[in-house]
């Protein structure tokens, strides 16, 4: 009897939709959205920490507080929960948007070539 390598089943290669560099070689396509994929490893990317994009339920104020805080370093802004806050990811070769990372740190791609 042969006994079979168990390899990765990747639903696509992902590369850089501005240069073409491979970004992704094991990744998930989203059942519902057939151009979004979700990965754990990558290569040639950068995460924007810095940067703080919110997805979902508007912040709920807090009584006495007239501004919010401004997220830095990847803190949560104040009113969001963690799983509404996410960071660009940018191709390391030439800076072009092709995702986001959440707080799982698991990467979801949605502007990316798949092969």
């Known amino acids: 009897?042969?006994?079979q390598l168990?390899?990765?089943?990747s639903d696509a290669v992902l590369s850089c939709p501005m240069c073409f560099t491979p970004i992704c070689y094991d990744c998930q396509?989203?059942?519902t959205y057939k151009t979004q994929?979700?990965?754990m490893f990558v290569s040639n990317v950068s995460v924007s920490y810095g940067e703080v994009l919110r997805y979902g339920a508007t912040p709920t104020p807090k009584k006495g507080s007239q501004k919010q805080k401004q997220a830095q370093g990847?803190?949560?802004p104040t009113g969001y929960r963690p799983q509404d806050v996410y960071h660009?990811?940018?191709c390391q070769t030439c800076d072009c948007e092709v995702g986001v990372i959440d707080h799982e740190e698991i990467y979801h791609f949605f502007n990316v070539i798949a092969e």
């Open 37 to 39: 994929f979700r990965a």
């Open 29 to 31: 396509r989203h059942e």
């Open 74 to 76: 990847g803190d949560v």
């Open 88 to 90: 660009p990811v940018r």
């Open 6 to 9: 168990d390899k990765p089943q």
């Open 1 to 3: 009897m042969h006994k």
